[in-house]
């Protein structure tokens, strides 16, 4: 059975971004969102969501390239007075990995974000981490744990296989595409070893940022057997912030693909079945 989440990122980090994910989901085919806890629009899309009851929202975790919950005084070895996070992937990871007192930080603030999720009042629909560093095994079993507290139930594994790519366009597969591929194996054995639910498939990876309407109608009619879940950066205008974080991401021509009706019709073809991570984790 082909099974499909179509979720987006970032929910919170802009109005334009809150607004382009409400219209999807009352228009298109969006049933999922991502919140970043603290991100500068994240009481817009509490509001938004709260007056969408079908739309599930999970937490979008930020340990890299975004704003911290804890204040800054709090947890000064992860972010500077800003209380932004780095974007220096490389550095983080080490420091996550090797330095004891960074990683109780990490681990105070990962409990924050589920803290002010739930302080939302929204259900906690699933979890994954900015720019997938929910893949690193120690933001992983940070993020695992404290879902656990909070009652998370879903991950998102980011593998992409790239045969449904080469039938939907143009791809090239690289060594690193297959180095992620084989890494997404300990985020997977971390969940299941937890009894949280993952999909199989993951897209959004390869074309992020640039998931248009003839490349995504395409790869919906080529989804593999299995639960997948499509994400987007879907926003209704490019702000400053955006341009600024984001400067090459498409994130108008998404916010289009997800109302578009030859991505609905591209998932009939196929015979892929919409869902939601509640509705999986409740038939698990």
Known sequence: ??????????????????????????????????????????ADAVRRARKLPDLRVGLHLVAIEGPATLPPADIPLLVPQDGQFPSDQLKLGVEYFFRPAVRRELAAEIEAQFRAFAATGL??????????????????????????????RAIRVPLEPPEPLYAAGTYTDTLGDAALRRW???????????????????????????????????????????????????????????????????????????????FRSGLAHSGTVPTTWTDVARAS
């Open 1 to 42: 059975m082909k099974r499909v989440i179509i979720s987006a990122d970032d929910f919170g980090l802009s109005e334009e971004v809150n607004e382009a994910i409400e219209i999807a989901h009352r228009d298109g085919l969006l049933s999922t969102a991502s919140l970043m806890v603290s991100g500068p629009a994240a």
């Open 123 to 152: 259900a906690l629909d699933h979890a994954n981490a900015h720019k997938h560093m929910h893949l690193h095994p120690t933001v992983g079993r940070y993020m695992i744990e404290s879902g656990l507290r909070h009652g998370l």
């Open 184 to 262: 997404t194996g300990l985020l997977r054995h971390q969940a299941h070893k937890a009894g949280l639910v993952t999909n199989d498939w993951c897209f959004g990876l390869a074309w992020s940022g640039h998931m248009t309407t003839n490349r995504v109608s395409a790869l919906a009619a080529h989804l593999p057997d299995g639960l997948s879940e499509i994400y987007f950066h879907p926003a209704t205008a490019k702000n400053k912030l955006l341009q600024k974080l984001m400067p090459t991401y498409e994130h108008e021509a998404e916010f289009r693909t997800l109302c578009a009706p030859g």
